[in-house]
C-alpha cells in the first residue's frame, strides 16, 4: 500500500510539475567554472524527472526525519530524479503548537511550546543543511527541503535550494503564515533577506538564472499543492460509507 501510495505521488508530481520544469532547462547551456545550473542544447527538448517526498515525520525528531527523508531521496533518485522536494519543514515534522479558539498566545503552554520549536531550529547553513549537501554531492541531485530555520534567535519556516554540488543557491521563507503558525513563533518574511527570490536579488540576477530559481520555485509550489490536494483526496475516501464497508468486509 505504501508503495502504491509513493508511486501515485510521484507520477502526480512529474504531471504537476511537468511544464515548469522541462523549460527551466531549455535553451541554456553551461560554460566556465562558476556555472551550476544543468545544460541542453539550444532547442533540444530535455525532460527532467521530479520526486516528491511523501513521509511521517515525527514532531522534533530531527534524527528520525533526516534518515527518513534520506531513504526516499534515494529512492527517488534511484528511479531517475534529478530533483527530489521533501515537505514543508520535513527537518523538524512541523512542530506548531495547538491553539484552540479564543486561547491566548501568551497562555504559558502556547509559549513553552514556542521555546521547544524555536530551540530546535537550526541556523543556514548548518546542521541539516551539512547533511542534504553531502547526500546532494553523492547522487549528484537536486534537493529542495523544507525547515525550521533560526535566523539570529527569530523563527522562519524555510525552504532550502541544493544544487549537486552542494552548496545552497537559494532558500524562500514562508510569507503568508496561519494564526497556529504566528502562535508557535513563526515570523513571515514578505521582505526579508532571507529570500533568495525577493524583488531585489532577481533583480541582479542574470536572465538565464531568473528563469532557472523560478522554475524550480514553481516546482517547490506544486509539490505543496499535489501533497495537499493528495491529503485532501485521501481523507475523503477514507471517511466515505463505501470506504467504511470495505474495510468492515476486509476480514
Known sequence: M???KRNFIFSAATLAAALAV??????QTISGTNAEMPAALPGSPQTIRVGIVQMNARVLD?????????ELIRDAA?????IVLTPESAVQGYPRVDLHPGEST???AIVEGRKRILAAAETIPGPSTLHFSRLAQKLGIWIVFGMEENRNGQLFNTA????PQGRIVGTYSK????NWMTASGVLACAACAGNTMAPSS???????RIGFRMRVMMVLLSAYVVIGLYRTAAAVISASPTSRRRRRCTC
Open 2 to 4: 505504501k508503495l502504491k
Open 22 to 27: 522541462t523549460g527551466a532547462f531549455k535553451g
Open 62 to 70: 530531527k534524527r528520525y526525519n533526516l534518515r527518513q527523508a534520506e
Open 78 to 82: 534511484a528511479q531517475g530524479a534529478k
Open 106 to 108: 501568551d497562555a504559558p
Open 160 to 163: 532550502v535550494l541544493m544544487n
Open 175 to 178: 510569507v503568508h503564515l496561519q
Open 202 to 208: 532577481i533583480a541582479a540576477a542574470s536572465p538565464a
